[in-house]
């Protein structure tokens, strides 16, 4: 039994079949974490007692032929910019090193009403701001693929946690591209959810109008589940979308997509698309044409530009939440101050990172006399002309398809000193944020060098049903899913 | 666009935030390299588009009650200091 390499649907499935206890799979994944997690550094922190509390009680359950929740049993790793109740949750950071949430987001209230288990809080980059999870106050985490590689990010510790194996299920929050790339360069299922069908109530700020949290998972049936269970109206985000949704997206999952159309946006796959990405999704495109979906090529003019709004956009947004991390009230407070304005001087630049405070520093440029016309203005004016080309795009195709990184997964280190060329890892992705719409990263390879290869379509708003259809007939057709990394570069 | 580290150094006390020397000039360095990028805004025709983001989408408010949280002694754990039903804080007026 090799519980690492199970979907959530099989061990949904193991336990009423009575195969193994929900005891037995949260103790084999807390024993492979304490394992293998040193060198891979997936987690910030592990709640083994609760888990196997839990475990105890769903076992209970399950013998007195109870009913069960979506996700019974299932365990699931959390992002650690979700708060929990009354476990740390740090935003990677040491500015909220110490901080306990005093109450439960909306989604781990929904999750732990599905019957989740929550076996861990994952590294991630400070306060979301990354695309290498190197950016974490805390740790490094490595690629499970090649330890010598970053796990893309900012959730690079939940996507590394399921592809090692440590959880069939895991919760990150996408703002950018922090849901897609990493499950695009650790090979796994990111779901990024239309904004609005997820609550955000609980889900530490990062850009307000961009952050939406989603699901990584093995499979693509599996993210269907995992929506599922976190998606809803919730009136402690006003931002909550209220519309009639059932949620259960398992439903049309296997009807096909013949007759579907497919729009291949020109622009992202142009000049700096690493040639194996390319040819590698040209070759899934062959997989659809072939089941009968109609695929066309056109123009979508907005990854430069739109880059750019993106970056003005949300550091404005973040230079404002994270105003309040002023060393008074929570979060880390220096030891050397004089007066009230040294206090909070020196409380944010010995509490904050330097990705963290290059953006408050963008943030506040953009925002200041004298530029906002210049930047913030035009960045919000191109905001709606993003979304007026997807929607376009949206009347003549189902979904689009593009890849969701330029790169295959990069050195640890490489573009540390150089965020620009970072930021430009996000071409691909930060544009889906701008104008809200849902999108998912599936694996659709391997390079050369055996590191994965991620595909993205897009689709219209709430039309996250037809989104994972799409990925699901492309998903068995390439068959890749029960690959997993032997974690032999780990050293 | 001219960034200094007279810029830098306004920007950073608007944030409050400091730099030092070196990191100052690193960063006038690194924003001059970002706004060129952002520049590729003004080869956009924004002239016709509005830009309210919202796109007639209306914003879902729930009632406007007061509840009362009940787990002050969680929330309170976050504070460094806690006199009774008061957050003790650093002297803030001079």
Redesign the interface.
């Known amino acids: 039994m090799e519980i690492e390499k199970m979907t959530v649907e099989e061990i949904k499935k193991g336990y009423r079949t009575g195969e193994f206890s929900a005891v037995e799979v949260v103790t084999y994944y807390l024993e492979r974490i304490k394992e293998y997690d040193e060198q891979i550094g997936a987690f910030l922190s592990l709640c083994e007692n609760s888990a196997l509390e839990e475990a105890k009680k769903t076992d209970k359950k399950i013998k007195n032929n109870k009913a069960l929740g979506l996700l019974e049993g299932v365990p699931v790793a959390v992002k650690d910019l979700i708060c929990t109740?009354?476990l740390r949750t740090t935003c990677a950071s040491k500015m909220l090193e110490?901080?306990?949430p005093?109450?439960d987001a909306t989604v781990i209230k929904k999750l732990r009403e599905t019957g989740a288990i929550l076996i861990g809080k994952t590294n991630m980059d400070e306060f979301a701001m990354g695309s290498s999870t190197e950016n974490s106050a805390f740790k490094t985490t490595r690629n499970p693929w090649d330890s010598r590689k970053v796990p893309g990010g900012s959730s690079g510790g939940s996507a590394a946690a399921v592809s090692a194996g440590f959880t069939p299920f895991a919760i990150g929050s996408d703002t950018g591209g922090s849901i897609r790339q990493p499950a695009a360069f650790c090979g796994n299922v990111g779901l990024k959810p239309t904004y609005?069908l997820v609550s955000r109530y609980g889900l530490i700020a990062f850009a307000s109008?961009l952050d939406q949290i989603g699901t990584f998972t093995k499979t693509v049936k599996d993210a269907a589940l995992g929506l599922q269970a976190i998606q809803g109206?919730d009136?402690?985000d006003?931002?909550?979308?209220?519309c009639d949704i059932t949620g259960d997206y398992t439903i049309h999952l296997e009807d096909g997509i013949k007759g579907m159309k497919f729009g291949l946006p020109k622009e992202f796959y142009q000049e700096g698309l690493d040639e194996e990405i390319k040819a590698s999704i040209m070759s899934s495109i062959q997989r659809i044409i072939r089941m009968g979906g109609e695929v066309e090529e056109f123009s979508l003019p907005i990854t430069?530009?739109g880059?750019?709004?993106y970056?003005?956009i949300s550091s404005a947004e973040a230079?404002a939440n994270l105003?309040r991390y002023?060393g008074?009230?929570?979060?880390y407070?220096t030891e050397k101050?004089s007066?009230?304005e040294t206090?909070?001087?020196?409380s944010?630049?010995e509490g904050?990172g330097q990705e963290v405070?290059?953006r408050?520093?963008?943030?506040?440029?953009?925002l200041?006399s004298g530029y906002y016309d210049a930047?913030y203005?035009?960045?919000?004016?191109?905001?709606?002309?993003v979304?007026e080309i997807f929607g376009e795009a949206f009347e003549k195709y189902d979904a689009i398809i593009s890849p969701v990184s330029p790169v295959l997964p990069f050195d640890i280190g490489e573009k540390t000193n150089d965020?620009?060329q970072m930021?430009l890892s996000d071409i691909y992705t930060v544009n889906v944020n701008i104008a809200g719409l849902p999108a998912i990263s599936i694996p659709c390879g391997y390079s050369r060098s055996q590191l994965p290869i991620g595909l993205q379509i897009i689709g219209n708003f709430y039309e996250e049903e037809k989104l994972l259809k799409s990925a699901y007939a492309l998903e068995q057709d390439l068959f890749l899913y029960h690959k997993v990394p032997e974690l032999k570069g780990v050293v | 666009m001219k960034v200094d580290v007279k810029t830098i150094n306004h920007i950073a006390a608007l944030a409050k935030l400091k730099f030092g020397e070196d990191d100052a000039e690193r960063f006038a360095e690194e924003f001059k390299e970002i706004l060129e990028h952002f520049n590729n805004l003004d080869q956009e025709d924004l002239l016709h588009e509005d830009r309210n983001p919202a796109n007639g989408r209306e914003a879902s408010l729930r009632e406007d009650t007061l509840e009362t949280f009940e787990n002050k002694e969680e929330l309170f754990k976050n504070t460094k200091d806690f006199v009774d039903k008061y957050i003790l804080i650093p002297k803030v007026i001079e």
């Open positions: 109740r009354g110490d901080f306990i005093p109450y609005g109008s109206h009136s402690m006003a931002t909550s979308i209220r430069k530009t880059l750019s709004a970056y003005i230079s105003a002023d008074i009230r929570y979060g407070r101050f007066d009230i206090l909070m001087l020196n944010r630049t904050f405070k290059r408050i520093m963008i943030g506040t440029y953009v200041s930047y203005k035009k960045a919000m004016i191109f905001r709606r002309k979304k965020p620009l930021y």
